[in-house]
């Protein structure tokens, strides 16, 4: 099993953030590994909406669909895949923190075949990935006025 879970503060109010993260459309500016994503239903979002990705992990392009398992705006995401050898849960939590928000952003999964053995490796690389996202979040958040 890898379990990953970053956390940054970013100066501005809880919804902001919530909102702009929550939002799929936003997630190829804000994740440097996400190039594109389309929403495969219309409606608002919430438990059971799916979002099409598709990223550039480890030299390699994956296409997978994530299922809004859990939603509570403002306060916490959780999408699920099942596709490709990691099948993988995101969680994105967003709590009030000295005047702007402390969001939080998990992942965990479980790697099937070979990518077992690269699980090892996994871990420490997705932490830094994830370190990365959150730092351009903030950075694009913050610089709004």
Do not use: C
Request: no cysteine.
């Amino acid at each position: 099993m890898v379990s990953v879970q970053t956390d940054i503060h970013i100066d501005r109010p809880r919804a902001e953030v919530a909102d702009f993260a929550a939002n799929p459309d936003n997630a190829p500016r804000w994740y440097v590994n996400i190039h594109s994503s389309q929403r495969l239903d219309g409606g608002r979002l919430g438990p059971g909406s799916k979002v099409a990705f598709t990223a550039k992990f480890l030299s390699r392009e994956l296409n997978y669909t994530y299922e809004f398992v859990e939603y509570v705006p403002g306060e916490k995401l959780v999408m699920r895949t099942d596709q490709g050898p990691f099948p993988m849960q995101t969680t994105y939590t967003w709590t009030d923190d000295a005047g702007g928000t402390r969001m939080t952003l998990g992942n965990s999964g479980r790697p099937s075949g070979f990518s077992r053995l690269a699980g090892l490796v996994m871990e420490p690389m997705m932490r830094r990935e994830n370190r990365k996202d959150l730092q351009r979040l903030k950075a694009i958040l913050e610089a709004r006025t």
